[in-house]
């Protein structure tokens, strides 16, 4: 904001953005560096959806254009024709947003890993398309692998898509769910018990409670109160099945002094949702049985350190219950009696962040790190989001080319003729295919070569060995036959329709990793143009 309290311009040309990851993600864009393999049309696209926010990008491509990548490519026009691909599809980028910096090489990947493999640890994002020799991608993966920098492979033939993303680990902290809010209705804390029984022990007498006021009870006290009837009455046990929970319910209902009681029915609605036993949910507790938070060392990120203190606080200061969020979802209520029911969440949060912050500083401290290094408002993030953080633990590309993809998923999956899993074994083969050509120009050839029955056969060989390596037989060949010849009649063309929307898919990944928010796709997304269906697919 400007000294005076309005949107700067940024603010105002990023605001819908903004909305979305805040001004943490907005800034982790701003600071990444995308390279981009080949500018295809997928690529471009990929590229033109990312121009909105990213502070910089660099294409390689040592190829010119030619009249047929006009047809798919947007970023391509006639005055480029004979030029180099790079640069042009650069120049045009760069006119969506001046206020990213683009840049090109004109050279090809395999050149360049070779004469300059440090300078790809500048990247925050790698971006494959295009047909690149399989030794180059697996080069790729052997380098950005191991420095946890995001791979992606982006194929896109014909109407065919697939996307594998290659990342050691990728944690989450802001998944983003639908609510934070953690009422802990079974658990109460002394001063919400406090305040319940000064706002709500009267709720069902009509003598020192009006009808206005009764209507008022936010509906979080009038469940507590209720919650400490039903347990006189249920051996001090709460509900805990479905139907003790329809149960309860009705004797919510029954408490009702008319039926336009919003607050009631507030309460009835929010029995299922917030009924639940206070326990870590089980991605919490596999961030904090993972090695890397129990066993610290002074290069441990951020995450690990403050992971480690939430699960010291969880379990040792807190019987077992994460740090309180401190949101309160809306309700019926008169305004003070809503604001001062907040302040109570909001102060047991305050309360719960001061000891987390104290333990982030005493196992900085202990690691021989500035106490100051990580920021209290990073530990509140964590705080107010741990019971939805996310551990995503990647494969990488050598693991599933040179070692094997999952063969008991391929294996259920090709019993299935609707299954994507025969696109990904086509994609497999024409990737072979390719990078069987010395010169890389052979590409499987479409409609008017007459080798086409030729080129299918070879893929299908590629295929059938893929399977024997992976002991697999298939019941039926019919349906990974039918995706071959959907690839081989592509002629390694792109369609436009269908690269905007790998763009957008991969686009949409690609700023999930770089802003650390929501979660993201893991391992290998397929998409169908013919039938509109994609499936995601961990090999």
């Not at 109570?344 to 196992?363: E, G, H, I, N, T």
């Amino acid at each position: 904001m400007s000294a005076l309290g309005a949107p700067t311009a940024k603010e105002k040309k990023y605001d819908r953005q903004l909305r979305l990851w805040g001004a943490g993600g907005q800034q982790a864009l701003e600071h990444a560096h995308i390279l981009l393999i080949n500018a295809t049309a997928a690529g471009t696209e990929t590229l033109k959806n990312l121009t909105t926010g990213i502070g910089r990008f660099t294409i390689i491509d040592d190829t010119v254009v030619k009249d047929e990548d006009l047809g798919a490519n947007f970023f391509l026009d006639d005055g480029s024709i004979g030029l180099s691909k790079a640069q042009k599809a650069c120049e045009l980028l760069r006119e969506l947003n001046p206020d990213v910096e683009g840049d090109f090489i004109n050279d090809n990947i395999t050149n360049f890993i070779t004469s300059s493999p440090d300078r790809l640890k500048e990247f925050t994002v790698v971006i494959a398309t295009g047909n690149i020799p399989l030794s180059s991608i697996l080069s790729l993966d052997r380098i950005l692998y191991p420095r946890g920098i995001p791979f992606f492979i982006l194929k896109c033939v014909g109407f065919a898509i697939a996307c594998r993303l290659a990342l050691s680990e990728h944690t989450i902290v802001e998944t983003h769910p639908e609510s934070i809010a953690d009422l802990r209705l079974f658990s109460p804390f002394p001063e919400l018990v406090a305040l319940c029984e000064e706002k709500a022990a009267n709720m069902d007498d009509k003598e020192r409670t009006s009808s206005h006021e009764h209507g008022h009870i936010p509906y979080v006290l009038v469940l507590l109160q209720a919650l400490k009837d039903w347990r006189s009455t249920h051996d001090g046990n709460n509900p805990s099945n479905y139907r003790e929970k329809a149960e309860f319910k009705s004797f919510l209902r029954g408490k009702m002094w008319s039926p336009d009681d919003e607050n009631f029915e507030e309460a009835i609605a929010a029995v299922l949702p917030h009924f639940n036993s206070p326990t870590v949910p089980s991605a919490t507790k596999t961030i904090f049985e993972d090695s890397r938070c129990k066993n610290l060392t002074a290069d441990s990120a951020n995450f690990w350190v403050i992971a480690r203190a939430i699960k010291d606080f969880t379990y040792e200061k807190n019987d077992g219950l994460l740090p309180l969020p401190g949101a309160l979802p809306d309700m019926k209520a008169e305004s003070k009696d809503y604001i001062r029911l907040q302040n109570v969440y909001k102060s047991k949060a305050r309360a719960d962040l001061a000891v987390v912050v104290d333990l982030v500083r005493s196992l900085l401290s202990g690691l021989g790190k500035d106490q100051e290094s990580i920021s209290e408002s990073e530990v509140e993030t964590f705080c107010k989001h741990a019971s939805y953080a996310k551990l995503i633990t990647g494969r990488s590309l050598r693991s599933e080319y040179e070692d094997d993809p999952k063969a008991k998923t391929i294996s259920n999956e090709l019993a299935d003729p609707t299954s994507l899993i025969h696109y990904y074994l086509a994609l497999r083969a024409y990737e072979t295919f390719i990078s069987e050509q010395s010169n890389g120009e052979h590409i499987p050839p479409g409609f008017e070569d007459s080798s086409i029955q030729r080129d299918s056969s070879k893929m299908e060989q590629h295929i059938n060995a893929l399977l024997d390596k992976l002991a697999v037989t298939p019941t039926s060949t019919e349906a990974t036959s039918k995706a071959v010849g959907e690839i081989v009649r592509a002629g390694g063309g792109e369609l436009h329709n269908i690269s905007s929307l790998a763009g957008g898919v991969v686009a949409q990944e690609v700023i999930k990793v770089i802003t650390k928010q929501y979660i993201s796709m893991n391992n290998t997304v397929i998409l169908d143009g013919i039938s509109s269906r994609s499936q995601v697919y961990e090999l």
